[in-house]
């Protein structure tokens, strides 16, 4: 049996791919790959970024730009919390196509 936050997850998180970049303030953007959505934050790899827990990022993916703060970090994944609830047209254009195993970062 699933526990509450596990059942709550499988219900608002999406798998995602997408290229993204994330960009913490003064500093150059830092390509990356968002891995999972929700619309309270996300889960990213994220190669060589120097990025540690609190700070706080913009993440872009196209015209979209969402302001969070770095939640938690292991292993080249951050988890976002992002600063506001996403809104429908934003989830859509975040959404995953292909399966998460045909792309690596």
């Given at each position: 049996?699933a526990?509450?936050?596990?059942?709550?997850?499988?219900?608002?998180?999406?798998e995602?791919?997408?290229?993204?970049?994330?960009?913490?303030?003064?500093?150059?953007p830092?390509?990356?790959?968002?891995?999972?959505i929700?619309?309270?934050g996300?889960?990213?790899?994220?190669?060589?970024?120097?990025?540690?827990?609190?700070?706080?990022?913009?993440?872009?993916?196209?015209?979209?730009?969402?302001?969070?703060?770095?939640?938690?970090?292991?292993?080249?994944?951050?988890?976002?919390?992002?600063?506001?609830?996403l809104?429908?047209?934003?989830m859509?254009?975040?959404?995953?196509?292909h399966?998460?195993?045909q792309?690596?970062?």
């Open positions: 049996m526990s509450l936050g596990q059942e709550r997850r499988a219900e608002f998180g999406r995602a791919d997408a290229d993204v970049t994330v960009r913490a303030y003064r500093l150059p830092v390509p990356a790959r968002l891995r999972d929700s619309t309270g996300a889960m990213l790899k994220v190669n060589g970024a120097a990025f540690e827990i609190g700070d706080e990022v913009v993440l872009t993916c196209g015209e979209i730009e969402i302001v969070a703060t770095i939640a938690w970090r292991k292993r080249g994944f951050f988890g976002l919390a992002f600063h506001r609830r809104d429908p047209r934003e859509r254009a975040l959404r995953v196509t399966p998460l195993e792309h690596s970062l």
